[in-house]
């Protein structure tokens, strides 16, 4: 069975300061990784994912994203955070057998001024 | 395109009834899921459809759950008989096919149940 886990339920880091949220999984076969972002009162985005190819995946807004197989994670970083980048953030695993995506419990990101 | 809507956006219920909730997912996309939401959770796979098939259902959903999808257009999301424990943020999202599609979220239907 897959599983996703995001070990911080909250992150907080000064604006201008690089951020990284967590996130490790356990898929079988060759994972395909997603990052979305929900901000108060409005669905989950889609940031950015990873397939194959490149370790490191840019996203939307200057996100991006490590993808590290033999520690089975997939990080969520920025190198200069921004007071608007506050709001709850979801690592997502699926593969190509599964056909759906399998979800962790997400973190809170708040940036202070 | 508007992207994906669903409504109602909230629904209060007494428990034992019937509720049913519409999804109207992109317009090309030929994926369509459905996820529910409790607070401090990530969304929790329910069903998901490839145009009108439903592929894969939750061993989680109970009987009382059903989703349908005629023509591979718009789902809805049927749930009988109420309980306290419905009560959550029912998602719905639509992807182009395949995993290695990311999926696109409407805003959900939030169901109370009383």
């Known amino acids: 069975a897959q599983s996703v886990a995001q070990p911080e339920d909250q992150v907080k880091v000064a604006e201008g300061n690089p951020l990284t949220v967590k996130c490790t999984y356990s898929?079988?076969?060759?994972?395909?990784l997603f990052w979305y972002v929900q901000y108060p009162n409005r669905g989950l985005q889609f940031l950015l994912k990873y397939i194959t190819g490149d370790n490191l995946v840019k996203g939307s807004y200057g996100f991006e994203a490590e993808f590290n197989k033999s520690q089975t994670s997939f990080h969520l970083k920025k190198p200069s955070a921004l007071v608007s980048d506050s709001a709850l953030y979801f690592c997502a695993a699926d593969n190509t057998n599964a056909g759906k995506s399998t979800f962790g419990d997400g973190t809170t990101l708040t940036v202070k001024p | 395109d508007t992207g994906v809507s669903q409504n109602p956006r909230h629904k209060i219920t007494k428990r034992g009834q019937n509720v049913t909730f519409r999804c109207d997912p992109i317009?090309?996309?030929?994926?369509l899921y459905w996820y529910r939401q409790t607070l401090g959770q990530g969304p929790e796979f329910l069903t998901y459809?490839?145009?009108?098939?439903?592929?894969?259902k939750s061993r989680l959903l109970s009987d009382r759950f059903s989703a349908e999808r005629p023509k591979g257009s718009f789902s809805t999301l049927e749930i009988q008989r109420t309980e306290q424990g419905d009560s959550a943020m029912y998602l719905c999202?639509?992807?182009?096919?395949?995993?290695?599609?990311?999926?696109?979220f409407g805003p959900g239907t939030r169901l109370t149940v009383t």
């Open positions: 317009s090309e996309h030929n994926r």
């Open positions: 999202a639509s992807s182009s096919a395949g995993g290695a599609s990311e999926q696109y």
């Open positions: 459809f490839q145009n009108e098939a439903q592929l894969e």
């Open positions: 898929v079988s076969g060759n994972p395909y």
